[in-house]
Every structure is written in C-alpha cells, then in structure tokens.
C-alpha cells in the first residue's frame, strides 16, 4: 500500500482562493517533499521539508509538517488556472534512502 | 541543461510480449528511479539504479528487470506482458543516495512512456 495518502482527492476553486491539500503518512521519515503532475506528464519538484522542519515556504507554497500527527499539508494562495494539475506528496526514510514513495494525489481544479 | 529524456514516448503492445524503455538522466545524476503509474493513482516505485546495479526493488515481479549503463543512462523491460502492465512509465534521476545534502532526495522527472497493452 501506498505510504502517503493526500487529501482531498479532487479539489475545486476559484481563481484568487487558497488551496490545501493534505498527506498523511505511516512511517517515521526523513523527508517529505510535494509534487505536481499536469496531465499525464511527468512529476515536477516543488518543495522539500525535512523531518525536523515545520514550516517551509516558496513563493505562493507553504507546507507544514507534523510529525507526531504524521501529516503534512500545501497550501497554495492567490491561486491561478495555470495551479490546474494534480499534487503528490512523498516521502522518504532511513530505511530505504533514496526511494519516495508516493500517494494517489490530490486533483487540483482552479477555474477562471 | 538537458532534463531526463525518455523513449518512446508512446507504444502498444499485446499480451506476451516483451517491451524495453530508455531513458537519459538530467546531466550531473548518477542515480536512475522508475516507477509505474496506473491511471488515477500515486507512481509506484518499480527500482533504483546507481552505480550499474539495482540497488532497491519495490513489489513487482521479476518479469521487470532493468539495467544502467556507464554513462548513467538506463533501460526498462518488461517480459510477457499482460494487460494489467498497460501504464505510464516515469523514470527519474537524482543524486547518488546518501549525499550530504538533501538532493539525493530530490527526484527530476522524465515525461514518461505510456504503455497500452493489448
């Protein structure tokens, strides 16, 4: 079974509003970084926390983590329609360093 | 600075058949991941390849196998196909597990080769 599992699965907003998304996970981690897929293409990074971070920003992302809930969450403001795509957390341990496991993602819809 | 490159981009096959998938890593990578996405979920890890030899495998049957070349790039094949294999396959290259920083984490992704299989 998959490691992450976000939440929503579907997600639908106005341009201008905020957007989170939520990762829930099952086992202690290194990392956890967010991902976007547009369509059916490839994966494109976004942001990467580490286990001891709590907060991280870049540009219109924020993502919190909470390890002792084991969740994080993406919050995306001021969205745009060019925001339309589906978002993935993943997560990586001590165990198996070096490969992400990934949740079923998160379909973002930002309407005009 | 060329990102992962992946081919074919598209192909049909039909149960029992063998297919082989190729792809580039993103210049400065060593380290070479695929994984399998069906329609509507999360990728799935299939294995790694650093240094010309499987280092991880993840839950699928040894009719998947793969291979790293020396200059890093590396292939996919699947052996007798079934229906079940028909995906978008996603290769993507990173840092060596286990360097200092936090990159080795960070995957670069390539567009992928859909697979249908009939």
């Known amino acids: 079974s998959q490691q992450g599992e976000e939440d929503p699965q579907a997600l639908s907003i106005q341009e201008g509003e905020n957007a989170t998304m939520n990762c829930s996970y099952k086992t202690s981690i290194n990392n956890l970084q967010w991902y976007r897929q547009n369509s059916g293409r490839g994966l494109v990074h976004l942001i990467l926390?580490?286990?001891?971070?709590r907060e991280k920003h870049s540009g219109r992302l924020r993502v919190t983590l909470d390890t002792s809930k084991k969740s994080s969450s993406l919050l995306i403001t001021a969205s745009r329609a060019a925001d339309t795509a589906s978002y993935f957390c993943a997560t990586t341990n001590n165990t198996n360093a070096g490969k992400s496991t990934f949740g079923d993602g998160t379909t973002l819809t930002v309407k005009p | 600075d060329a990102g992962v490159t992946q081919s074919p981009t598209h192909l049909i096959k039909t149960r029992g058949q063998q297919v082989t998938l190729r792809c580039s890593p993103k210049?400065?990578?060593?380290?070479v991941s695929w994984y399998q996405q069906a329609l509507g979920q999360g990728p799935q890890f299939i294995f790694q390849?650093?240094?010309?030899?499987?280092?991880q495998r993840g839950n699928f049957p040894d009719r998947f196998s793969g291979h790293q070349f020396p200059n890093y790039s590396s292939e996919l094949n699947v052996n007798a196909l079934l229906l079940g294999d028909s995906a978008l396959y996603l290769c993507?290259?990173?840092?060596?597990?286990?360097?200092?920083?936090?990159?080795?984490?960070?995957?670069?992704f390539g567009a992928g080769s859909r697979l249908t299989v009939l």
């Open positions: 210049s400065g990578h060593d380290t």
């Open positions: 390849y650093y240094e010309e030899e499987e280092r």
């Open positions: 993507a290259s990173s840092l060596a597990p286990g360097q200092a920083n936090s990159g080795a984490n960070v995957l670069t």
């Open positions: 926390i580490r286990s001891n971070e």
